[in-house]
């Protein structure tokens, strides 16, 4: 039986991810342990998490570009190019994921689901209801539909990642919560565990009509890399343990030489078959996590005054990532509508139909926390 590139793409990764793990400070980084680690209960926030997230978020955006000059121009050239970025943005939704785990932490039930309620629910509950009567035209039993889709994630294909997300919160409050108690084996065992039930999900899984209406939401088909985050934690999170882990020389090497071999093979895939890939890989999210990582450090020290604005501009998408993330699919349907050829030619439509899809949510997302911080200093008066 021939093997999909799908397949084959996952085989090639785990085989690299089988070389890294040769390596003992690799293997202790998945389960957050590292030689000159200190003990710490408290993860401030680096802006190099943010750069990656902002990296991540115009990405995602990417992928959606490639996907509305698909829907008018499948031949054009321009699609090779669209698609190849696209599938080298494959890293993303796996960081969201990764880097959502990574500053979690536990100071009680009401306090954890209440900063969920405010900071996700709530805006998602909001752009759920404008988003579907943009999309859907209201008929008799509209509003049966609209549950259906809000708790399933569906309205947009991408507003998948909220209830996704929420079931990982909810593991965390039951399971891991107290996982910095745990032994290094207990550590492995559930890494190991999780790797092999998010390959299932994705390559092994039956297929139907019911799975497939449940299966983008699944928690099993990224369920390694909330636990990858929530193990690497302390040692993500923090720049200084971070880079004595990425510049060991080994490490490095390694890191670099696998990641650029994969990206080749990804654009010479894209070349030949125009094969889109999709989010659901283990290896390639990972090392691009960890090198893109190690370059937002870089970054985040540089003096340079250009550096600094690109940093800035970066880590302020990576902030206000979810307003992107639930404006940019209304945004995007509405300009089905248009050619995106018609904004420009095709090279220029791309850039600026790019821009749009991450200037205007950022926009919209700033009108949405003044109106939100007026309402609660009203309320609180």
């Excluded at 390639?284 to 970054?299: A, M, T």
Aim: proline fraction near 4%; glycine fraction near 6%.
């Amino acid at each position: 039986m021939d093997t999909t590139p799908a397949q084959k793409s996952e085989i090639i990764g785990l085989f690299f991810l089988l070389i890294l793990l040769l390596q003992n400070s690799f293997r202790e980084l998945l389960i957050g342990k590292t030689k000159s680690q200190t003990p710490s209960n408290s993860k401030e926030r680096s802006q190099a998490i943010d750069i990656l997230r902002g990296l991540a978020m115009c990405g995602i955006v990417l992928i959606h570009v490639d996907s509305y000059i698909l829907y008018y121009h499948p031949e054009d050239s321009i699609t090779i190019f669209s698609r190849a970025v696209a599938n080298i943005s494959r890293f993303s939704v796996p960081t969201f994921i990764l880097s959502s785990g990574i500053f979690l932490s536990w100071k009680g039930k009401k306090e954890f689901w209440k900063a969920r309620l405010i900071h996700l629910i709530l805006p998602y509950s909001i752009f759920c209801m404008g988003g579907y009567f943009t999309k859907y035209p209201p008929t008799d039993g509209w509003s049966s539909d609209f549950i259906i889709r809000y708790f399933s994630g569906s309205i947009f294909e991408p507003y998948y990642y909220v209830p996704l997300l929420l079931q990982f919160y909810f593991f965390y409050s039951i399971f891991f919560k107290e996982n910095h108690l745990w032994s290094s084996n207990l550590r492995y065992g559930i890494l190991f565990s999780a790797l092999i039930l998010n390959l299932a999900s994705n390559h092994f899984f039956p297929e139907g009509e019911n799975l497939k209406r449940i299966e983008p939401f699944l928690f099993s088909n990224f369920i390694f890399f909330f636990v990858l985050g929530i193990f690497t934690g302390p040692i993500l999170s923090s720049p200084l343990l971070y880079s004595d882990f990425f510049n060991q020389r080994k490490i490095k090497i390694s890191l670099y030489v696998l990641t650029g071999i994969y990206i080749l093979y990804i654009i010479f895939t894209t070349i030949q078959t125009r094969f889109g890939f999709s989010n659901h890989f283990i290896f390639y999210p990972i090392v691009s996590f960890l090198i893109l990582l190690n370059l937002g450090i870089k970054l985040e020290k540089s003096n340079n005054r250009a550096i600094k604005i690109f940093n800035q501009i970066l880590s302020h998408i990576g902030k206000n990532s979810l307003f992107i993330f639930l404006a940019h699919p209304i945004l995007i349907h509405i300009l089905h509508a248009f050619d995106p050829f018609s904004l420009g030619g095709k090279y220029i439509s791309y850039f600026i139909i790019l821009v749009l899809n991450i200037s205007i949510p950022l926009g919209i997302g700033e009108l949405y926390k003044k109106i939100s911080s007026l309402i609660i200093a009203r309320t609180g008066q």
